[in-house]
T-cell receptor, first 112, second 116 residues
Framework: GNSVTQMEGPVTLSEEAFLTINCTYTATGYPSLFWYVQYPGEGLQLLLKATKADDKGSNKGFEATYRKETTSFHLEKGSVQVSDSAVYFCVTVDTGRRALTFGSGTRLQVQP | EAGVAQSPRYKIIEKRQSVAFWCNPISGHATLYWYQQILGQGPKLLIQFQNNGVVDDSQLPKDRFSAERLKGVDSTLKIQPAKLEDSAVYLC??????????????FGPGTRLTVL
């Protein structure tokens, strides 16, 4: 089945800093890729997605590009805010089973 | 639009006891998922229903876990008997359909289970 590896946290940044959270995947075929976010005290929610190679998903200032050559889907944001503090999960979908496969999560802490 | 509802939010039991979790998906969503999230890990799928039929239960420990989705709406996940390693957050999610791999899954707040 599919697997996802993402950078370990916590990642601590100052407000307005640039963010990168690395994510690589292994899969057969070309699965869809997602970033989910879990804010403190809230449920998991979809942040962005990309369904084919070279697609760029974007939302709330976050971006990630589906790189088939490097099997990567790194999450980036140019200027983080305190409200971005959360746990971020890189996710792939097993097209055979249609089940989501999650990475272990990266906790982001943004300090004012 | 109401989100996915789960109850209880927290549960503490002793090993070998039984426990049940309840999930009410978003209205009209045909597909319902149960995930287990152990502390420090990403969620892992336990079982997937489409309407009231099981699509995938390959990761469900069937000797102690069971789940049902009567009438294709609400669902219940049961553990009997519980083990210490079952301590985790149990997440319920729903999606409109399972016809495509890009269908967005909406998650509930989860039930945090502690087994002593």
């Amino acid at each position: 089945g599919n697997s996802v590896t993402q950078m370990e946290g916590p990642v601590t940044l100052s407000e307005e800093a640039f963010l990168t959270i690395n994510c690589t995947y292994t899969a057969t075929g070309y699965p869809s890729l997602f970033w989910y976010v879990q804010y403190p005290g809230e449920g998991l929610q979809l942040l962005l997605k990309a369904t084919k190679a070279d697609d760029k998903g974007s939302n709330k200032g976050f971006e990630a590009t589906y790189r088939k050559e490097t099997t990567s889907f790194h999450l980036e944001k140019g200027s983080v805010q305190v409200s971005d503090s959360a746990v971020y999960f890189c996710v792939t979908v097993d097209t055979g089973r249609r089940a989501l496969t999650f990475g272990s999560g990266t906790r982001l802490q943004v300090q004012p | 639009e109401a989100g996915v509802a789960q109850s209880p939010r927290y549960k503490i039991i002793e090993k070998r006891q039984s426990v049940a979790f309840w999930c009410n998906p978003i209205s009209g969503h045909a597909t319902l998922y149960w995930y287990q999230q152990i502390l420090g890990q990403g969620p892992k799928l336990l079982i997937q229903f489409q309407n009231n039929g099981v699509v995938d239960d390959s990761q469900l420990p069937k000797d102690r876990f069971s789940a049902e989705r009567l009438k294709g709406v609400d669902s219940t996940l049961k553990i009997q008997p519980a083990k210490l390693e079952d301590s985790a957050v149990y997440l319920c999610a729903s999606s409109l359909a399972a016809s495509t791999s890009t269908d967005t899954q909406y998650f509930g707040p989860g039930t945090r289970l502690t087994v002593l």
